[in-house]
């Protein structure tokens, strides 16, 4: 029986560490993307303003700058 418990114990033990380094992990990323965001409004910003044309970016990246423009890429 206690076998069974350390077992059950070792196992909650490494699925919380795996649980913990998942939510750092995610939070990495949503600092990322956030910088990312900024990134990109900031470049789309900058090229509207000299003139350059987004016709020659895709048609996904162009898609993508209006929606975080009306506000729907969050």
């Known amino acids: 029986?206690?076998?069974?418990?350390?077992?059950?114990?070792?196992?909650?033990?490494?699925?919380?560490?795996?649980?913990?380094?998942a939510a750092w992990?995610?939070?990495?990323?949503?600092?990322?993307?956030?910088?990312?965001r900024?990134?990109?409004f900031e470049l789309a910003y900058t090229a509207e303003e000299h003139g350059i044309n987004l016709v020659n970016l895709t048609k996904t990246s162009q898609d993508t700058i209006v929606a975080m423009?009306?506000?729907?890429?969050?």
């Open 69 to 74: 423009r009306l506000g729907g890429f969050k």
């Open 1 to 21: 029986m206690n076998d069974q418990l350390n077992e059950m114990t070792k196992a909650i033990t490494r699925a919380d560490i795996a649980m913990k380094a």
């Open 25 to 36: 992990q995610l939070e990495a990323q949503r600092a990322d993307i956030d910088m990312l």
């Open 38 to 40: 900024k990134c990109l």
